[in-house]
Nanobody, 125 residues
Framework: QLQLVESGGGSVQAGGSLRLSCVAS????????MAWFRKAPENKREVVAQ???????KYSDSVKGRFTISRDNTKNTLYLQMNSLQPEDSAVYYC???????????????????WGQGTQVTVSA
């Protein structure tokens, strides 16, 4: 059973940067397509970025150009580099995974069935 543990959240001022990490419990994480989601109290959960087993990535319009998703399979770790943070980026960020080499344009968001516990990101104006 795959387990995911996020870290790296915190509080920053607008314009600042944070890097989130998500460590997976299995060495076979390279076989999983992965993603970052976020959930703010007043909003529904939304996908932020996705990355497939070939490291092809896809971003939501709200973070494109500011966030970068990457993976290091040798470290069983998924990353999210967040630059130019804005108050509207404040949320709990979750990493998620689904087994299989799913193309980022084809994978359904409901297919992600492994989730971390989340890490809080707070951006002040």
């Amino acid at each position: 059973q795959l387990q995911l543990v996020e870290s790296g959240g915190g509080s920053v001022q607008a314009g600042g940067s944070l890097r989130l990490s998500c460590v997976a419990s299995l060495d076979t994480v390279s076989k999983y397509s992965m993603a970052w989601f976020r959930k703010a109290p007043e909003n529904k959960r939304e996908v932020v970025a996705q990355i497939d087993t070939q490291s092809i990535s896809k971003y939501s319009d709200s973070v494109k150009g500011r966030f970068t998703i990457s993976r290091d399979n040798t470290k069983n770790t998924l990353y999210l580099q967040m630059n130019s943070l804005q108050p509207e980026d404040s949320a709990v960020y979750y990493c998620a995974a689904v087994e299989g080499a799913w193309d980022v344009t084809a994978v359904r968001l409901t297919w992600y069935n492994y989730w971390g516990q989340g890490t809080q990101v707070t951006v002040s104006a």
